[in-house]
T-cell receptor
Framework: KQEVTQIPAALSVPEGENLVLNCSFTDSAIYNLQWFRQDPGKGLTSLLLIQSSQREQTSGRLNASLDKSSGRSTLYIAASQPGDSATYLCAVASGNTGKLIFGQGTTLQVKP | EAQVTQNPRYLITVTGKKLTVTCSQNMNHEYMSWYRQDPGLGLRQIYYSMNVEVTDKGDVPEGYKVSRKEKRNFPLILESPSPNQTSLYFC????????????FGPGTRLTVL
């Protein structure tokens, strides 16, 4: 059974720092991995999608990597800003229905 | 604008009073699904649909029904809501199942008293 774990559960950094969020999954048979952002009480905004055949994807200050063989993904945020404060969720699409299995999320606070 | 919409966004109801949460997407996506989000449990899939008239159970289907009569709509029906269905609900869609990016609606916060 696929399980997704995110470490750390919470992170507080000063503005301007570069930071890394971690995601691990137990079954390497995945279609893709998606990183989402969720603001309190709000919906999920898709940040990056990495297909199983890809190693990384970049969007602006965000870079996500995927190492399928070791069951790991990282989300790198460069030059963090207070507006980056949110919960970041990773999810893998796997199984014969392609459903998303979510991690519990990392809550990020960027202090001015 | 490409989007997934849900209605209502907020709903307070009482035990046993049937309700429907609507979901609609304008991207001509084949795959649609419903998730619920609960503290400590994260997001879990309730039902999914791979295409019109094709639906199946996810991980937590008890107490819910769905239908997919049109490609764009995927309503979630609670025939007899109970307090343990108090949750934040999300509808999602993607071009097809498997390797495609999934897009989420804004969420529906449901409270069952």
């Amino acid at each position: 059974k696929q399980e997704v774990t995110q470490i750390p559960a919470a992170l507080s950094v000063p503005e301007g720092e570069n930071l890394v969020l971690n995601c691990s999954f137990t079954d390497s048979a995945i279609y893709n991995l998606q990183w989402f952002r969720q603001d309190p009480g709000k919906g999920l905004t898709s940040l990056l999608l990495i297909q199983s055949s890809q190693r990384e994807q970049t969007s602006g200050r965000l870079n996500a990597s995927l190492d399928k063989s070791s069951g790991r993904s990282t989300l790198y945020i460069a030059a963090s800003q207070p507006g980056d404060s949110a919960t970041y969720l990773c999810a893998v699409a796997s199984g014969n229905t392609g459903k998303l299995i979510f991690g519990q999320g990392t809550t990020l606070q960027v202090k001015p | 604008e490409a989007q997934v919409t849900q209605n209502p966004r907020y709903l307070i109801t009482v035990t046993g009073k049937k309700l429907t949460v609507t979901c609609s997407q304008n991207m001509n996506h084949e795959y649609m699904s419903w998730y619920r989000q609960d503290p400590g449990l994260g997001l879990r899939q309730i039902y999914y649909s791979m295409n019109v008239e094709v639906t199946d159970k996810g991980d937590v289907p008890e107490g819910y029904k769905v239908s997919r009569k049109e490609k764009r709509n995927f309503p979630l029906i609670l025939e007899s809501p109970s307090p343990n269905q108090t949750s934040l609900y999300f509808c999602a869609s993607s071009r097809s199942w498997g390797g495609n990016e999934q897009f989420f609606g804004p969420g529906t916060r449901l409270t069952v008293l």
